[in-house]
């Protein structure tokens, strides 16, 4: 049980009242409470400075390396609009070739033969066509 000392309620007064005493720690333990917290305030500063340093460094390095990644980017996706484009056009130009119902115009073009009901026509200016004609000896009827 802790010590008890005696107070006297007033100067004059001859009654005494009892408080516990309250121990006291000493300064040096206090001031070394303080410093432990000072010193784990201090590390924990020094050890988030210095996690922000690196993090600031490795954003730095990756900086020109992210760029350089958004640039092929670009290209790359300049380079899929081209080829997309190429691809639908083959597409459309592969349908069309095997398509059942344009198959024969198809063989036309890509030949010069015409189907056996058909007449070829063939356009000629009129400087081709006077060239065109051989000169016949036929004069008519007799």
Do not use: C
């Amino acid at each position: 049980m802790p010590a008890t000392q005696p107070l006297l309620a007033s100067p004059n007064s001859a009654e005494r009242v009892h408080r516990p005493m309250v121990r006291r720690r000493p300064k040096h333990i206090k001031r070394s409470g303080h410093r432990a917290i000072a010193l784990e305030a201090s590390i924990k500063l020094a050890t988030n400075t210095i996690f922000a340093a690196l993090a600031m460094v490795a954003f730095v390095k990756l900086l020109p390396q992210a760029q350089a990644q958004s640039q092929s980017l670009d290209l790359l996706t300049q380079d899929v609009a081209v080829v997309s484009n190429r691809v639908e056009q083959l597409q459309h130009r592969f349908d069309r070739h095997f398509d059942p119902q344009q198959a024969q115009s198809v063989m036309q073009e890509q030949s010069n033969r015409v189907a056996a009901d058909q007449i070829q026509v063939i356009w000629m200016t009129p400087d081709q066509s006077q060239a065109a004609q051989p000169a016949s000896s036929y004069s008519g009827m007799n």
